[in-house]
């Protein structure tokens, strides 16, 4: 079995990297034995933008082949795949930070839409057995009360969100058009280990590491559903597995929480006083809420798995131990 995973050395690309490179394709909290027979040959694609860092991946090196490729460049990705002969591709690869498309949303049109076009036809071309594409919850817009099924319409709000829906949908007519083997994965808010340090979670942790405030958008009132990391993967590797080609899969954790609530639990933990929040002008066109019903999921056996509670501990004591990582970010 060979896996291409492009965006490998980004936040929850590595991650997915990392579990694979330790366990195989069996993920722990479903079952451990029969590890070495399902243990895949790892090819992993990035072009180490900011957001990418091989260091995320130091504990499993030897385990995996790295190409430093763009995958907006057509003739690199496929002399890739001519050469490594993937069964499956999982794409990570996109400009993920929505402040990011808001001041320029270019890299980001041609990251997740052109980018993901030529992965397709790459994967149509060496006749790939399934591609795993990561899309995000924000591709359904908000939602005031209740939750997003996959059958939601997609109401993207913002340009990543955007770029996030447009790519889903060139999927579609993949699917449709030319019977391509893919599944869409569209996961919540994700926290833990690594993350870059302009996300919400890491820029509060480092903050108040550093003695300053929590800066907040608006009255905080935006609530997010928080997945941690490995759960995810988790997920993806569960649906790499058992979920049906032409499918498309919630991953949300059911933890919604708004940001003021999570600033001031983040302060709880590391004792800090709730007067280190501070609020700044809220981001334009900033979504209020997201909900996902991830039964779907559900039914092939994923489990969130870690809590908020554990999951943010956790976090933020990675963070203080990794303090040289952070700071070699901003
Ligand atoms: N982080 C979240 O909360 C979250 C939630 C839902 C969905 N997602 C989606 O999950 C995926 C991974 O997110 P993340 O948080 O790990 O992102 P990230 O920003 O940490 O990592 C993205 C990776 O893609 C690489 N990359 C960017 N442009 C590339 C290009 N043109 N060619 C090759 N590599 C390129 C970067 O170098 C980096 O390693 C993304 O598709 C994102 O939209 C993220």
Redesign the pocket.
């Known amino acids: 079995m060979r896996i291409v995973v ?2 490998g ?5 590595s991650e997915f990297v990392r579990q694979l490179a330790k366990r195989g394709l069996s993920p722990h909290s479903y079952n451990v034995s029969g590890l070495e027979g399902d243990c895949p040959r790892l090819i992993v ?5 900011y ?3 091989l260091k995320r991946l130091d504990e499993v090196k030897g385990k995996f082949k790295f190409y430093k ?4 460049d057509k003739n690199k990705i496929c002399a890739v795949f001519q050469k490594e002969k993937p069964d499956i591709v999982v ?7 929505v402040d990011r498309s808001i001041v320029d949303s270019s890299s980001f049109i ?2 997740n839409i052109n ?1 993901t076009k030529v992965l397709l036809d790459a994967c149509l071309k060496y006749q790939i057995n399934k591609f795993i594409h ?5 591709v359904y817009g908000e939602i005031e009360k209740g939750v997003f099924n996959e059958d939601s319409p997609l109401q993207p709000n913002s340009p990543y969100s955007a770029s ?1 829906a447009a790519a889903d949908l060139l999927i579609r007519s993949y699917i449709r058009t030319y019977g391509l083997p893919a599944i869409i994965v569209r ?5 833990g280990p690594w ?2 340090p302009e ?1 919400f979670i890491p820029v509060a942790i480092h903050s108040v590491l550093k003695g300053g405030k929590i800066p907040v958008y608006g009255r905080g009132l935006n609530v997010r559903e928080w997945l941690y990391v490995s759960s995810c993967v988790e997920g993806i590797i569960l649906i790499l597995k058992k979920g049906k080609p032409g499918g498309i899969y919630n991953l949300g954790s059911g933890f919604r929480k708004r940001n003021i609530d999570l600033a001031m639990a983040i302060l709880n933990k590391m004792d800090k006083p709730h007067r280190l929040i501070k609020f700044v002008r809220d981001r334009p066109g900033h979504d209020l809420r997201y909900s996902l019903d991830s039964s779907k999921a559900q039914r092939l056996g994923w489990k969130p798995g870690i809590g908020l509670n554990e999951g943010l501990q956790k976090t933020i004591d990675w963070y203080k131990e990794s303090l040289s990582w952070l700071n070699s970010k901003i």
């Open positions: 492009t965006g050395a980004g936040f929850i690309g694609i990035d072009k180490l933008t957001a990418g860092d490729v763009d995958i907006c794409n990570f690869s996109a400009e993920t930070h041609n990251t980018g990561i899309s995000s919850d924000e996030k996961p919540s808010n994700n926290y993350q870059y996300k």
